[in-house]
């Protein structure tokens, strides 16, 4: 018999967005996509630290018509990942500019 591996922290990682996700989408009917209602609620609860921390009341709003290329009033997951992959790469320049101005 084949011995299953664990996941590596990558699957792990990707297991986890999708997860996250899954669990915003389909709040309203649509398990595929994301509401406007459901990424609001998404940003709120996975992302408060950046939206408590807005002071535009409309960033969320010009955020969810910017990512939806398709203007169907839905994020897909491919559009859910824009944003995430931004964050990402901010939180890794941040990082590596605290690191160079520490040497």
């Known amino acids: ?13 990707i297991e986890s967005l999708i ?3 899954q669990k915003h989408a389909g709040r ?4 595929s996509k994301l509401s406007k209602a459901e990424f609001l609620i998404f940003m709120n609860t996975e992302l408060g630290a950046f939206t408590k921390n807005q002071k535009d009341p409309g960033v ?5 018509k ?3 290329l398709d203007s169907d009033g839905q ?3 491919q559009e859910f990942l ?7 790469l901010a ?6 500019k605290s690191t160079s101005s520490q040497k």
């Open 1 to 13: 018999m084949a011995k299953i591996s664990s996941p590596t922290e990558t699957e792990r990682c």
């Open 19 to 21: 997860a996250i996700f």
């Open 28 to 31: 309203d009917s649509n398990n």
């Open 60 to 64: 969320l709003d010009r955020m969810m």
């Open 66 to 68: 910017k990512l939806d």
């Open 75 to 77: 994020l897909d997951f």
């Open 82 to 88: 824009n944003p995430i992959g931004s964050l990402a």
């Open 91 to 96: 939180c890794h320049d941040s990082f590596i």
